[in-house]
C-alpha cells in the first residue's frame, strides 16, 4: 500500500476510526473493500516512537512487518477480517524487537479487542452458548471458548458471615451427579461453585481455607442433607445452622400427598374392579346391584376429586377459604360449586387425608406466625402431634423434625446484619440459571470451564483478565 492511501467509503471509515478511537493521523493507509459477502480491511499504521519494553529506550527503527488477521465482526452484521500490516520495532539499546502498540488486539489473539468484549459480553447471559456466539460474531465454538477460557478465571470469594449450601443436578462427574453451590447471602453473589457434596471433598476443600477466615462465618443455611451440617460444624466453629423452612415444608408437603395417592389408588382399584364386574355381567345380559352402582359412583367421583383438584390442598388461593365465591357448575359433579366447597368434598373422601392436611395448614402457620422465642414450644407441641397421629407419614416426619429441631429453631433467628430471617430461597433462583445454563448446552465435560462460565454468569463482578 503507498503512503497515505484512503481508499473505502466515507461513512464506513470514520465508523472504523470511531469504533477504535483512531485519528486519521494515526493511519498509513487503509482500504476497505468486500470479497464473497465479507467485509475486508487492509491497514497499516503510520510509524511513531515507542518505547522499549525492557530499556525503556525510545525508538522508531523498524525491524520488518507481519500481516496478521483479525476477526472483527462488529462493526457489521456480515463477517469482517482486518488485514493489519503490523510494524515490528527493533530497541538501538538492547537489540530487543517488539510489535508496535495498536487498537486492534491484545497478544497473540486473532479477535480484535472489540469482539472480544462483545464475545464475553454476550456470555454474560446463561442461555447463550458457544455456538451461538459463535455464529453471531463469525468464529468458531473452539475459538469463542478459548477466549473464554483465556479472559475469564474466577478465584473464590472470601467467606461471608451469612453463608448458603445448596447443590443442583448440574454437572456429572466420576465423583458425583451434583454440584454444591455457596452463596453468600448479604451481597447475593456465588462464593463458589463445586463439583461434589460429599463430606470428604467439601472436608478437604474448606481444610485448604485459614481458620481465621472460616471463623468470620457466623450462620449457616442448608436443606435437610446431614453433610452439609456435620461439614458446617467441624469446619465453622462460630456458626448458627440454620435448616431451609421451605425443605421442611416441602417434605411435610410430600408426606400430605402420599396420603392423597394413597386415598386416589383405593378409589381407583373399587372403580376398576366394579367396571371390570359390571362389563362381565353386561355379556350374560345382566346389571349391578344398586349397592355396586352406588359403590362406583361414589369411586368415580373420588377419583375425579382427587386427581384433578389435588391443587387444593396446597394452594394460597383466597378464593378456597372463601365460601361466598361464585359458583359455577361442574358437569362431574352435577352441581353449582367454587373451590371452598371442592376443598371441603376432597378433605371429606378420607379421614387420614383429612388429618394430613390440618397438621399440615398448622405447620404452614408454625412458620408464619411464630417467634424465635416461642419456637422450641411451638415446634415440640407438633412433634407430638405429629407422633400421635393415625397417618404412618406424619408419624416419620415427626422423626424428621425431632432430628432437625435445633436448626428448625434456628431458622426463626433474625440475622443482626441484615435484620431479617435467613433462607435458601435465594440459592434456589441461582440454581435455575444454573440447569439453564447447563440445558442451553446440552451439558459441560470441561469442570473448570462450566465453573467459570456460572461464576462469571451469576455474578455481576467477575473481572476480565487482559
Not at 22 to 31: C, E, M, P, S, V
Not at 81 to 103: G, M, Q
Not at 253 to 277: G, H, P
Request: charged content about 30%; some cysteine; aromatic content about 10%.
Amino acid at each position: 500500500m503507498a503512503d497515505s492511501v484512503f481508499s473505502a467509503p466515507s461513512l464506513q471509515l470514520n465508523d472504523f476510526l470511531a469504533a477504535f478511537g483512531l485519528d486519521r493521523a494515526d493511519i498509513k493507509a487503509i482500504d476497505i473493500s468486500q470479497d464473497s459477502g465479507s467485509l475486508i480491511i487492509f491497514l497499516e499504521l503510520n510509524i511513531k516512537e515507542h518505547r522499549c519494553p525492557i530499556c525503556h529506550s525510545p525508538t522508531t527503527k523498524v525491524k520488518g512487518y507481519q500481516l496478521k488477521k483479525i476477526i472483527h465482526s462488529v462493526l457489521n452484521p456480515t463477517p469482517c477480517l482486518i488485514h493489519y500490516r503490523a510494524r515490528r520495532y527493533v530497541c538501538p539499546v538492547c537489540a530487543k524487537t517488539f510489535y508496535e502498540n495498536n487498537p486492534f488486539i491484545s497478544g497473540n489473539s486473532k479477535a480484535s479487542v472489540a469482539t472480544v468484549y462483545n464475545v464475553l459480553n454476550e456470555l454474560k447471559r446463561p442461555e447463550a452458548t458457544f455456538r451461538y456466539v459463535a455464529e453471531k460474531y463469525h468464529m468458531s465454538a473452539s475459538s469463542v471458548a478459548n477466549i473464554f477460557d483465556k479472559h475469564i478465571c474466577p478465584s473464590r470469594r472470601k467467606l461471608p458471615e451469612c453463608l448458603c449450601f445448596d447443590e443442583t443436578y448440574a454437572f456429572k462427574s466420576r465423583d458425583s451427579d451434583y454440584v454444591c453451590v455457596l452463596l453468600d447471602y448479604t451481597d447475593k453473589k456465588i462464593v463458589d461453585v463445586l463439583p461434589s457434596r460429599r463430606i470428604r471433598y467439601l472436608m478437604d476443600y474448606f481444610y485448604k481455607i485459614p481458620l481465621k477466615e472460616r471463623k468470620n462465618v457466623k450462620y449457616v443455611s442448608f436443606d435437610m442433607w446431614k453433610t452439609y451440617r456435620e461439614v458446617s460444624r467441624v469446619m465453622f466453629p462460630n456458626c448458627v445452622c440454620i435448616v431451609d423452612k421451605f425443605h421442611v415444608l416441602q417434605e411435610l408437603s410430600r408426606k400430605v400427598t402420599r396420603v392423597r395417592i394413597d386415598a386416589m389408588n383405593r378409589n381407583k382399584k373399587v372403580k376398576d374392579e366394579l367396571t371390570r364386574k359390571r362389563k362381565q355381567l353386561k355379556q350374560v345380559h345382566e346389571i349391578l346391584s344398586p349397592e355396586d352402582e352406588g359403590s362406583l359412583h361414589i369411586a368415580e367421583l373420588n377419583y375425579y376429586l382427587l386427581k384433578k383438584f389435588d391443587f387444593v390442598l396446597f394452594s394460597n388461593d383466597p378464593r378456597i377459604s372463601d365460601p361466598n365465591d361464585k359458583k359455577r357448575f361442574n358437569r362431574v359433579l352435577n352441581r353449582y360449586c367454587n373451590l371452598n366447597d371442592i376443598y371441603d368434598l376432597v378433605i371429606g373422601i378420607d379421614p387420614q387425608l383429612k388429618e394430613a392436611v390440618e397438621i399440615k395448614d398448622i405447620v404452614h402457620l408454625f412458620y408464619k406466625n411464630t417467634e424465635y422465642a416461642n419456637a422450641k414450644e411451638d415446634l415440640e407441641d407438633i412433634i407430638i402431634l405429629c407422633r400421635t397421629s393415625n397417618v404412618k407419614g406424619l408419624q416419620d416426619f415427626s422423626n424428621t423434625l425431632c432430628a432437625w429441631k435445633q436448626e428448625i429453631i434456628n431458622s426463626f433467628l433474625k440475622i443482626p446484619s441484615i435484620n431479617r430471617k435467613m433462607n435458601n430461597a435465594l440459592i434456589e433462583n441461582r440454581n435455575k440459571s444454573i440447569k439453564l445454563l447447563k440445558h442451553s448446552s446440552n451439558g459441560y465435560t470441561n469442570w473448570n470451564r462450566f465453573r467459570a462460565r456460572v461464576l462469571y454468569t451469576l455474578n455481576d463482578d467477575i473481572p476480565m483478565r487482559s
